[in-house]
Every structure is written in C-alpha cells, then in structure tokens.
T-cell receptor
Framework: GAGVSQSPSNKVTEKGKDVELRCDPI?????LYWYRQSLGQGLEFLIY????????KSGLPSDRFSAERTGGSVSTLTIQRTQQEDSAVYLC?????????FGPGTRLTVL | KQEVTQIPAALSVPEGENLVLNCSFT??????LQWFRQDPGKGLTSLLL?????REQTSGRLNASLDKSSGRSTLYIAASQPGDSATYLC???????????FGAGTQVVVTP
C-alpha cells in the first residue's frame, strides 16, 4: 500500500519568507509526527497529533513554527519568517499502533 | 530527558562479516525501541520494533535485543552484504504514542 508522502521534496526560499510543508500519512493511521534532521542537531521531534487530542507541541523550536492536521489526515507544517538555521530535512511519520513509518522528507534550504 | 547514544559512530567491515550495532539510553522507563535504516538523501526505513513487553525481535538476517535494566539495545546483522551499507538509527519512546528520541546513528560501510 501507499506509504507516507511529503511535498515538496525540495524547497529553496529566501530568508524572511513563509513556507508550508505537507504530509500525507498512511491511510487509517491516527498518529502523525513531524521531526527535523539537521547536521548539527541530528533528528529531533517537533510536534505530534493523535486523533482528536490536543497536539503535543513541545518540540517546536520557536513560535514561528506551527502545524495543523485537517480531518485527521493531511498535515501542514508552516514556518513563518524563515531563518537560515531553519535549513534542514523535515520528516513526517505516521503510526497506528506503536511503530512509526516515515516519509521521504522535505529538504528546506533558506538562503 | 531521554538521551540515546549509539556506538560506534562509524563502522567498516568486509562482506560476510556479522555486524553489531549498539544503542544505549539513559532512562530505563523506555517503552518501545525502534531501529531504522537511512540511505543517503532518503527517509527512514523501519527495520525492527521492540515493544514494551518484548526483549527481542528478528527479521531475516536482522536481530535486535532490548535490555531495559542495563539501558541497552543491540542490532545484529548476520552475513553482511554491500547493500547493507547505510546509516542505522535507534530511537526510543517513553509511552505507546510518544515521540521518538533518536541516537546520532552508526554509519556502516560493507566492502565487497
């Protein structure tokens, strides 16, 4: 079956611009996670959604980052007023029971 | 906060040798432990999940064990092949739905 998909695969933007990254989880998976992978920080958790519960936003690095999940399916991660330190690969994962499955990621480059 | 450490950071072996990758964590209250593989420029591929009540999992040439009391997990890859060259990451959660806390990974090169 289809795995987790993310778009775009690559995004180049200028400092100060807003960007939106999209994640389509595996159909039927109730949990959705965003992570960030950067050279200096490794893989770090950003935010997670579980069903209709309030999201766990404890990993978001600043208030420039936000995410929403519509209809319990597709999720969008928004970064406002991008900074060069936001350059990283943003990975989305989904889960039904314990095991997390990852998408291919979006590589964000902020010039 | 859970800290996850992977040793060694890099490993190079000739084809056919067995691989042993280590992962240690600071909080013994780990719930699930998941091993992943990452190829350059790609996302993460789940290899094995060890759930809270389990001590090991096996899939083909791969075997992973989990010892919560010592805070360690080990991934064994038998009879390595060049196609096993990748970065291997371990990650743990502290509850069934929790966020994964990742180690920095072990970069493996298997030479023909």
């Amino acid at each position: 079956g289809a795995g987790v998909s993310q778009s775009p695969s690559n995004k180049v933007t200028e400092k100060g611009k807003d960007v939106e990254l999209r994640c389509d989880p595996i159909s039927g998976h109730t949990a959705l996670y965003w992570y960030r992978q950067s050279l200096g920080q490794g893989l770090e958790f950003l935010i997670y959604f579980q069903g209709n519960s309030a999201p766990d936003k404890s990993g978001l690095p600043s208030d420039r980052f936000s995410a929403e999940r519509t209809g319990g399916s597709v999720s969008t991660l928004t970064i406002q007023r991008t900074q060069q330190e936001d350059s990283a690969v943003y990975l989305c994962a989904s889960s039904l029971l314990n095991e997390q499955f990852f998408g291919p990621g979006t590589r964000l480059t902020v010039l | 906060k859970q800290e996850v450490t992977q040793i060694p950071a890099a490993l190079s072996v000739p084809e056919g040798e067995n691989l042993v990758l280590n992962c240690s964590f600071t909080d013994s209250a780990i719930y699930n432990l998941q091993w992943f593989r990452q190829d350059p420029g790609k996302g993460l591929t789940s290899l094995l999940l060890i759930q809270s009540s389990q001590r090991e999992q096996t899939s083909g040439r791969l075997n992973a064990s989990l010892d919560k009391s010592s805070g360690r997990s080990t991934l064994y890859i038998a009879a390595s092949q060049p196609g096993d060259s990748a970065t291997y990451l371990c990650a743990g959660t502290t509850d069934s739905w929790g966020k994964l806390q990742f180690g920095a990974g072990t970069q493996v090169v298997v030479t023909p």
